[in-house]
């Protein structure tokens, strides 16, 4: 197959952002200046895009504006923020209009909440806490699912699967008055019922990761 | 305004219809006028276990699509004059059962009687939760072994998430636990559930116990409700779980090995047979 003249390929590249802050170009020429002289080696031709939002509202001249800069070695790619009018006047000087990618939200830390069931999960029955710790006052039945993004605690017995640290933590545990589970799993790391059985016989219990691995503690009287 | 009964039990052949025959003979016996109906479109069987399947002209669908009234559609009882079938149409599906068309029925219903008992088809699918979406009161008819308990549950889940009272969040269904073909000796040997185990995995309160007997088969194959042989240990059971649904305070019997004279009668009855 014959290669391909031209492909077209997405690329992100970083570029300087200039804020026109004021429309009197005059003030913005001589704070330019000073910024140049600075460092004028990395201003050298260095592409622009310009962000307008602060000037949306006022007339400006575009072809002084863009002369200013053209005089100073300065390549404007994109106007960024910009009216309508602003806009319809890039265009005609084939001056591209950019919008910048949404900020990266702040990874924000989850927020713990607690999600409370007064009743028994019955077979069939999914609960998932997300986000949050799951407190059971009552049994889960077999075939019954609950699922935690935290921890688990059940006031009865744990007769269907438990799933807790969903998302991922491994610092979740799983307590119940009786762990008669199908399945139990803890950030992803399972055990069904004859493996559990190895270490507990429907007794009281805490089921947590040790390392890589699943253990179960016995709870204080 | 009548009370709506169901008796659900999520698992097939645990003696859904049975109970529901007994449990409305039994409500109708003590005074109360009380009407049962058959919601298993398709495979109708209540109107045999009452004995009056020659007698069944309309049926509950008719009466939902409004080709017949309730007057034409319900039949009165041989026995007991307090006592109403509403038999199932056999040559419709479950769909035939709409949310709306049921609720106008059971309003209707509801006027006239005191309590209308629901007999619910097995499985989990229309029929099912038509039968359970209006009740007031779910008596879950369980027999004591795993599987039987485990769709209980699934339906007690049913009944706390899928109904009128769950929906609307009014006050929940009161739930009921009736055990049937309850057999002591099998517990003692440990092929059954105890009452307890059940109880305990259910938790909810226990109705009655119904003990394994040769007279519930006969009794269906004659068409007479179990509760109306006021010989049998199951016809007396029956007649106990009635009381407690009344709120009558009555020890629970059957649920242990019979004593000396029954079991030379049971070696009796085994000799004869042999």
């Given amino acids: 197959m014959a290669k391909q003249n031209l492909e077209l390929k997405a690329t992100s590249f970083t570029l300087s952002v200039l804020h026109i802050n004021h429309h009197d170009l005059d003030l913005v020429a001589a704070e330019l200046d000073n910024k140049l002289a600075q460092a004028p080696q990395f201003f050298l031709g260095a592409p622009l895009v310009l962000n307008l939002s602060a000037i949306q509202h006022t007339q400006i001249d575009f072809y002084a504006l863009k002369q200013l800069l053209t005089d100073r070695n300065l390549i404007i790619v994109g106007i960024t923020d910009a009216s309508k009018e602003q806009i319809e006047q890039a265009k005609e000087m084939a001056i591209a209009v950019v919008k910048s990618g949404k900020q990266a939200p702040k990874a924000e830390l989850p927020k713990r909440a607690t999600k409370i069931v007064k009743q028994n999960v019955r077979s069939g029955q999914q609960i998932y806490a ?48 009786s762990l008669e589970a199908e399945l139990v799993s803890i950030a992803g790391q399972y055990w069904l019922t004859e493996h559990l059985q190895q270490y507990t016989l429907n007794q009281r219990g805490c089921v947590r990761l040790d390392g890589e691995s699943l253990t179960v503690e016995s709870l204080p009287q | ?161 899928r109904s009128r009272r769950a929906e609307q969040s009014l006050e929940p269904i009161k739930e009921y636990l009736l055990l049937t073909r309850y057999s002591p000796a099998r517990v003692k040997t440990g092929e059954m559930l105890g009452v307890e185990d059940v109880k305990e995995i259910l938790a909810i309160e226990l109705l009655g116990v119904i003990p394994e007997s040769q007279s519930v088969l006969k009794a269906s194959n004659s068409g007479v409700p179990v509760i109306i042989d006021q010989e049998s240990d199951a016809g007396l059971a029956y007649s106990d779980t009635v009381a407690r649904l009344l709120g009558e305070d009555v020890p629970v019997r059957f649920i242990t090995e019979e004593k000396r004279d029954s079991l030379k009668g049971y070696l009796v009855a085994n000799y004869v047979d042999t």
């Avoid at chain 1, 605690?153 to 998302?167: P, V």
């Avoid at chain 2, 398709?42 to 009056?52: E, F, K, S, T, Y």
């Avoid at chain 2, 034409?72 to 949310?99: E, N």
């Avoid at chain 2, 209707?108 to 979406?133: H, N, R």
């Fill in chain 1, 130 to 177: 997300q986000n949050a710790d799951l407190i059971i006052f009552g049994a889960v039945g077999n075939g019954a699912e609950v699922i935690a993004d935290g921890s688990i605690h059940i006031y009865g017995a744990l007769r269907g699967k438990a799933m807790a640290g969903a998302a991922g933590d491994n610092q979740s545990v799983i307590i119940a008055n």
């Fill in chain 2, 1 to 161: 305004m009548a009370q709506i009964i169901v008796v659900t039990s999520g698992k097939g052949g645990v003696g859904k219809t049975t109970s529901s025959a007994a449990i409305a003979t039994g409500l109708a016996l003590k005074g109360k006028k009380t009407v049962v109906i058959d919601f298993d479109i398709g495979l109708r069987n209540l109107d045999l276990i009452m004995g009056c399947e020659r007698r069944v002209v309309y049926d509950f669908v008719n009466v939902i699509n409004g080709e017949a009234n309730l007057n034409q559609a319900l039949i009165k009882d041989k026995r007991c004059d307090k006592l109403f079938i509403l038999p199932a149409s056999q040559t419709r599906d479950k769909d035939a059962l709409t949310k709306e068309g049921v609720g106008r029925v059971l309003d209707d219903l509801a006027k006239d009687f005191d309590y209308i008992v629901c007999d619910s088809p097995a499985g989990i699918e229309q029929g099912a939760m038509m039968a359970l979406y209006f009740a007031d009161i779910a008596i879950v008819t369980t027999n004591p072994e795993v599987s039987s308990v485990r769709d209980s549950d699934r339906i007690l889940g049913m009944l706390q998430s």
